[in-house]
């Protein structure tokens, strides 16, 4: 590095210290984000180095933050994506590919996957022209069960798809012999849930893929960003290719002939020789990101311990300030599990004397901020409601968290302090309605 540059860093060093000077707590005035980005000295840097050295494109930094991620992960490739629909969208558009043969997923085949979720996990089985199968969660781990899963397969079904909800796990081990015992492919999306382990597993390698986000509300950020990650190398080839435009050819940018055979290929019905950079073998998106984030993303894998720890830890201090409060169901870790959590998930009993609007309103005033369980019952919503779907069961569960559920947070910019101010208000309301 030049004298220049280190210069140039040291002041963005200081500058960044100046900047949080005076962030005080003040209860009731001060924001409790539910959800946020920690972003520290390292981070700052990292991004101005990047942009000095004008890193616009995925390169190298993308690369050396693929490797580290997937290390990290215990999964054999990490292909980075602008976000983590972007992720979801490569994972469920990979089982299509021919690359797959008879395993390949075609139009009107069924994916199983939870109606209380996040859209984006459920929208790319729809874009693919795939059939979702709902099914319902259980309150108090909002994830569903083996069983459940197991109740709805039916002849047309090929693959499980679903979201360790707010990072608490799903049975990952049961929900992946039931996929081998039927022959379905699974996909653990991850968004929320890095860190998180079920029987000592990290979540993320009991699927064949796995999806994560990087969006700020996540465990780690790249501002916008997200990962598909697999052991199949097939099915990480066939994300690569559907993410870089579709194209057969699996040289890095700037990079030519690592096959040894660019010019002597002939595909299609392509004139023999064609380019091998310009055949293209899938129909394709261009869903990647840039080294500006990779740079981010590898300070920040750097804290990934410590921002796993600091979620436990908030969660399990709200956990235990509010343990034996009537009227709400407090939040339950999935047995066998230890989740990285991402949420602190509450549901008013439909029963109680106040509803979800009149507490959730009783925080936000005290600058508390509150979320949904994101979308509810999907087949609740216009878009969803009118696309094709089937539901095995009711979805009673998903109704009571469109009714009466939502979270607060934990994530690791959240002091003790604030936690025991979210606990004596929660208390200081349901004490008012005895
Ligand atoms: C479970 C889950 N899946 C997917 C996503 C989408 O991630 P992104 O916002 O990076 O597109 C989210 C976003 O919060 C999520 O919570």
Redo the contacts with the bound molecule.
């Keep these: 590095m030049s004298e220049r540059v280190a210069r140039i860093l040291d002041e963005v060093r200081k500058y960044h210290q100046d900047s949080q000077e005076g962030r005080g707590f003040i209860p009731g005035v001060t924001e409790i984000w539910p959800s946020g980005a920690v972003l520290d000295e390292d981070d700052r840097v990292a991004l101005v180095q990047a942009a000095l050295e004008m890193r616009i494109a995925a390169g190298k930094l993308s690369r050396k933050f693929e490797s580290a991620f997937a290390r990290r992960m215990k999964r054999r490739k990490a292909h980075l994506t602008n976000?983590?629909?972007?992720?979801?969208l490569l994972a469920i558009s990979a089982l299509t590919s021919h690359l797959l043969g008879e395993r390949r997923l075609r139009p009107g085949d069924e994916v199983i996957t939870v109606a209380a979720?996040?859209p984006?996990?459920v929208n790319p089985i729809l874009q693919n022209g795939l059939v979702p199968v709902y099914v319902d969660v259980e309150l108090g781990t909002y994830n569903a069960t083996a069983e459940r899963v197991a109740e709805a397969i039916g002849p047309r079904t090929r693959a499980i798809m679903m979201?360790h909800?707010l990072g608490n796990p799903f049975e990952a081990t049961e929900m992946a012999r039931l996929a081998q015992d039927h022959d379905l492919i699974l996909i653990e999306?991850s968004?929320?849930a890095v860190g998180s382990t079920y029987d000592g597993r990290p979540a993320g390698t009991f699927g064949d893929l796995t999806?994560v986000?990087?969006?700020p509300?996540?465990h780690l950020t790249m501002g916008?960003?997200?990962c598909v990650l697999t052991s199949n190398l097939v099915l990480a080839r066939i994300v690569e290719s559907l993410r870089d435009w579709g194209r057969d050819c699996w040289c890095e940018p700037g990079e030519s002939d690592t096959c040894r055979k660019r010019f002597g290929y002939q595909m299609g019905t392509l004139p023999a020789g064609y380019d091998h950079k310009y055949i293209f073998s899938h129909i394709g998106y261009n869903l990647k990101s840039t080294d500006l984030q990779a740079a981010l993303g590898l300070t920040q894998l750097d804290k990934l311990d410590a921002f796993c720890s600091a979620r436990r830890s908030n969660w399990r201090r709200l956990r235990e300030g509010l343990d034996g409060l009537p009227w709400l169901t407090l939040p339950e870790a999935t047995p066998r599990s230890d989740p990285s959590w991402?949420g602190f998930v509450l549901t008013v009993d439909p029963r109680a004397p106040f509803s979800r609007a009149e507490l959730v309103d009783f925080l936000e005033s005290r600058k508390i901020g509150t979320r949904r369980l994101?979308a509810g019952n999907l087949t609740r919503h216009p878009a969803h409601a009118e696309a094709p779907h089937r539901v095995c069961g009711d979805l009673a569960n998903s109704d009571i968290v469109t009714e009466h559920t939502f979270w607060v947070g934990v994530y690791p910019g959240l002091t003790e302090e604030m936690i025991d101010f979210m606990v004596s208000s929660i208390t200081e309301f349901i004490g008012s309605h005895r």
Aim: charged share 10%; aromatic share 20%.
């Design positions: 976000s983590g629909s972007s992720a979801n979720s996040f984006t996990t979201a909800t999306d968004c929320d999806t986000s990087f969006y509300a996540h916008e960003g997200g991402f994101f």
